[in-house]
C-alpha cells in the first residue's frame, strides 16, 4: 500500500512549465527522508549550474570527481523527448521562413520585371542620351535592393519585438478571444518563453539581404541589355 500522510502547503510556485508545476513537490528534507524511510540518506544529489549550455563541460567534471562510481542524469536526459520536439519545431520553422524569404524575393523579382517592362520606352531614352549599360543596370539594381533592405530593417525590428513580447501579446490574444492558446496540458509550457539569439538575427537578416540582392540582378542585367530600337519601335 502507498503511504499517505498529510502536509501543510506554504505555497505554490509556477516555473513556466507544466509537467514541473503539476508535479514537483518541494519539502523539507527532514520530513522526505521520514517519509521515504531512508535516515541519514538520500536518493540523490542536485546540481545546479550557472550555464546550462555547459552541461557536457560539468558532467564530465563531475564523473571525474566521483571517481566514476555515479550515474549522472543531466535536465536533457531527463527532458529529452520535449527538446527533441522543440529542436524538430524549431527546423521546420527554420525550413518555413526560409520558404517566405524565397516567396519574398521571386516577388522583388517579378516587380521589378515588370517595371522593366513598363519603363522600356524611360530606359531607351536614356540610352540613347548616352546612359550606359552599367549605369542602366544600377539604377534597377538600387531599386530593388532597397525593398529589400527596407523589408529586412522593419522585419527585423518587428520580430525582435514581438519574440521579448510574445508573453504579452498571447495574454492580449487571449483575453479577445476568450480562449487559450497554447494549453499547457498539451504544449507542457504555462508561458511562452522567447530569447533573441544575436547570431541568428544576423544570419537571418543576412539571408535575406543575400536573397534581396541576389533576386535584383536577372532585372536588372534585363534592362541593361535591353535594345533601344526595339523598345522605342514597340512604343
Do not use: C
Request: hydrophobic share 50%.
Amino acid at each position: 500500500m502507498p503511504r499517505l500522510r498529510g502536509y501543510r502547503i506554504a505555497g505554490t510556485f509556477n516555473i513556466g512549465m507544466f509537467e514541473y508545476d503539476s508535479g514537483f513537490v518541494f519539502m523539507p528534507l527532514e520530513a522526505a527522508q521520514t517519509y521515504f524511510k531512508l535516515p541519514d540518506a538520500v536518493t540523490q544529489l542536485e546540481v545546479f549550474a550557472e550555464n546550462p549550455d555547459q552541461v557536457p563541460e560539468l558532467r564530465n567534471a563531475i564523473y571525474r570527481a566521483a571517481g566514476g562510481n555515479v550515474r549522472i542524469y543531466d535536465w536533457q536526459q531527463a527532458n529529452a523527448s520535449f527538446f527533441n520536439a522543440i529542436q524538430v519545431e524549431r527546423n521546420v520553422m527554420f525550413l518555413i521562413l526560409t520558404l517566405i524569404i524565397l516567396v519574398a524575393a521571386f516577388n522583388i523579382i517579378s516587380s521589378l520585371i515588370m517595371l522593366v517592362k513598363d519603363k522600356g520606352r524611360d530606359i531607351a531614352i536614356l540610352r540613347t542620351m548616352g546612359a550606359t549599360r552599367g549605369m542602366i543596370m544600377r539604377i534597377f539594381f538600387l531599386s530593388g535592393a532597397s525593398v529589400g533592405v527596407v523589408g529586412t530593417v522593419f522585419g527585423t525590428l518587428l520580430g525582435v519585438w514581438f519574440a521579448t513580447n510574445i508573453e504579452g501579446i498571447r495574454q492580449f490574444i487571449q483575453s479577445i478571444i476568450g480562449r487559450e492558446l497554447f494549453a499547457a496540458e498539451i504544449y507542457f509550457l504555462t508561458q511562452l518563453p522567447a530569447r533573441v539569439d544575436p547570431g541568428e538575427v544576423v544570419a537571418v537578416v543576412l539571408m535575406a539581404l543575400g536573397l534581396s540582392f541576389a533576386a535584383t540582378i536577372y532585372p536588372s542585367w534585363r534592362a541593361a541589355n535591353l535594345d533601344p530600337v526595339e523598345a522605342l519601335r514597340y512604343e
